[in-house]
Structures are given as structure tokens and as C-alpha cells.
């Protein structure tokens, strides 16, 4: 079974603020991946709002629901990214720690150290009928304070496995994803996936984590957009879920 592809478009939001205006427009970058077979769309909207606004949540949590996909809603734990999800009701919130001035995402929650900050959100969104996933590093040791969260799912920071790909230590960090996913499985959670997964690093999840339910990818897939074009590139990321090796552009 395939693993789903949700497509975060965080990276068409810059590209748009850079200029001040409305193009590239969100809205137009999520109607041609959808078109080209995505199952989901992800915005992550931080307080900076330096990519995704508000706005776009909106704009295309109602596309979104024309068309018949989900959307992710990714953030941190302020009260205004909490309001926002309960009053629009995604089909998904991805709880997601923040370092002040960080460029991007670069830990998971430390559970169950931070347990207490996250549960009772999750509590509220799961009343409202949202999903819930929360960021998590590969391993086993938190899997049962995720599960004590009360959170449907977990998403794995996959971005040490990416580092490691085509290194000797690429075994180990799979090793980890895969220890991690069976473990969250056999506690009844749900298995995502994200952060610098591409066209190389990707079929190998697809063909060996089988408990994968979906990926969320942005940046490599806008970028190599560059190059290919936005509808072939999802059709190569869609292929790569199937766990089918397939080309990926030239980087560098």
C-alpha cells in the first residue's frame, strides 16, 4: 500500500512574500499538485508568518475540501494556531516544537519531559473531531509518553535519515525509522513521516516501512519543481511512495 503524499507549499508562501505580492499564489501551486494526485496538502504557520499566513490556512483548508483532500495544519503550541485549527477544523493538526530564530524545524518533542504542554491541546483538538499528530525523533524511548499524550499519531523527523543517506551510517538511522514506526504501530498509533525526504531517500521508506501512512514533503519536491515541473514532480514523489526508485534531477 502506498504511503500517502501530503505536499507542504510553505516554500511557494516565501516565494510570494519576497515580492509583495500574489504570485506564485498558493492556491493555484495546491490545485496542480492536487490535480496531479496528492492526497494531501500541508501548511506550517508560524508566528513570524515569514511563509504561510493565515489567510492561506483558510484559502486552502476550503480547496482542500472541494477537492476532496486533507490538510495538515502545522505550528506550535500558541493560542492563536490552536484557536485558528478549532474554529476551521483541518483535517489534521501536527503539534511541532519551535527554537526561537530557527531556519526550519530541527527536533521533536521531548517526551515526557514536555508532556504537559502538549496533552491537553491535543485533548481539545481531538474534542473537536481533528486528527492529531506530534513531531518526534526516531527511536522507541518516547513512544509510550507520545501514546500517554492522547495523540492519534506521530510524525518521525526524518531529517537524520536523510543526513545519512549514502553514508555508511544510512543501515543505522533506517534501522531507528524502522524500530520506531513498528514500536508506534504496536501501541496503536498512527506513522508519519518528514523533513528532507526527496526522490533518492524516499522508495526506500516505501519499500521498508510499511507502517508509513503519509509523508510530508516541501521543500525538496518545490525544488526539484525547478527543474521538472510541478505536475511531474509529484507524479516522480507519488512513484517514490510506491517504493519505485526513480530519477531525480541534477542539484548541483
Known amino acids: 500500500m502506498a504511503i500517502n503524499l501530503s505536499v507542504n507549499l510553505n516554500k511557494v508562501c516565501l516565494l510570494r512574500n519576497s515580492r509583495g505580492a500574489q504570485n506564485p499564489a498558493p492556491l493555484v501551486a495546491a490545485e496542480a499538485v492536487i490535480a496531479a494526485g496528492v492526497a494531501g496538502l500541508t501548511l506550517h504557520w508560524r508566528a513570524d508568518e515569514r511563509h504561510t499566513r493565515a489567510q492561506d490556512v483558510r484559502d486552502l483548508l476550503e480547496l482542500a475540501r472541494a477537492r476532496g483532500v486533507e490538510l495538515n495544519l502545522e505550528g506550535d503550541t500558541r493560542a492563536e494556531l490552536i484557536d485558528l485549527a478549532l474554529e476551521i477544523r483541518p483535517d489534521q493538526v501536527t503539534l511541532v516544537p519551535v527554537t526561537p530564530g530557527e531556519i526550519t524545524s530541527d527536533h521533536g518533542w521531548d517526551l515526557p519531559r514536555e508532556s504537559a504542554q502538549i496533552a491537553p491541546l491535543i485533548a481539545r483538538l481531538k474534542d473537536a473531531g481533528i486528527r492529531t499528530s506530534i513531531f518526534l525523533d526516531a527511536g522507541t524511548e518516547s513512544l509510550e509518553a507520545a501514546q500517554a499524550t492522547g495523540t492519534d499519531r506521530i510524525e518521525i523527523y526524518t531529517e537524520p535519515y536523510a543526513r545519512a543517506w549514502g553514508t555508511p551510517a544510512q543501515a543505522a538511522e533506517l534501522a531507528r525509522l524502522q524500530d520506531c514506526a513498528r514500536g508506534a504501530a504496536a501501541l496503536g498509533l498512527g506513522v508519519n513521516a518528514g523533513h528532507d525526504l526527496d526522490l533518492r531517500n524516499l522508495p526506500l521508506l516505501g519499500q521498508e516501512v510499511p507502517e508509513l501512512a ?39
Open 214 to 252: 503519509e509523508v510530508s514533503i516541501g521543500h525538496a519536491l518545490l525544488a526539484d519543481a525547478l527543474y521538472l515541473g510541478l505536475s511531474e514532480t509529484v507524479r516522480r514523489y507519488l512513484a517514490a511512495c510506491r517504493g519505485e526508485v526513480v530519477a531525480a534531477p541534477r542539484t548541483q
